[in-house]
């Protein structure tokens, strides 16, 4: 049976835990080379040395995502170390900068775009060019229901932010569908990562934000790469433009 990005190469950021960490293996499995990036250089090399023992192959790059540098550094990596680039999943993130609106602070606001917004299309930015010159590719964004089909109090930066990424998505998308380059966002509900259990601390709030979903649990990360999985392979050749809602039902619940 053939694995669905074999041959393929990709770049996965945020990928020291959650999500991110759970898509790279899957890519792994699936026949990718894979570039990991996160700013933690020990859970990097912890992910890369657990593709490898499953004779997969990966490569690490620590750094920062809101830098310009790093973003074209992750794609020189995968040239150099696999010489290609197909698929790109810009994950990393953060929930910034929370509490009222009124009391959210410049620097905080600043941020909190700067790593969900602009770090993102920093990364498309030269995962894109690259791209063009072997005919195509992948790209796929790490956005949220929060600001999409509804919000909470007290996070502005984050909601905007995110809700950006779905612009950003179906802007390139429309500009460079014609080349072959795919964009999409996936829009996860609550996923059992350490942000989710950092920002829902008490067992009150994290039944509270089971009850919001459908499903009426949280996900695994592992649920969510395998949606990624999708928007990376062929198997979604037509798809692009699209924010993909993976969020149990979080979006039509109102009971």
Known sequence: MSKRLEGKVAIVTGASS???????LLFAAEGAKVVVGARREAELDKLVAEIQAADGQAVALAGDVRSEDYAKALVDLAIQRFGRLDVAFNNAGT???GGPSTGVSEAGWTDTLAINLTGAFL??????????????GSVIFTSTFVGHTFAFPGVAAYAASKSGLI?????LAAEFGPQGVRVNAVLPGAVDTDMYRGMNN??????FVTNLHALKRVAKPEELARSVLYLASDDSAFVTGTASLVDGGASITRT
């Open 95 to 97: 929930l910034g900068e």
């Open 167 to 171: 612009g950003l998505t179906q802007a």
């Open 123 to 136: 990364g498309a930015k030269y995962q894109i060019a690259q791209m063009l010159k072997n005919g195509g």
């Open 202 to 207: 008490t067992p009150e709030a994290q039944s």
């Open 18 to 24: 959650g999500i991110g960490y759970a898509t790279a």
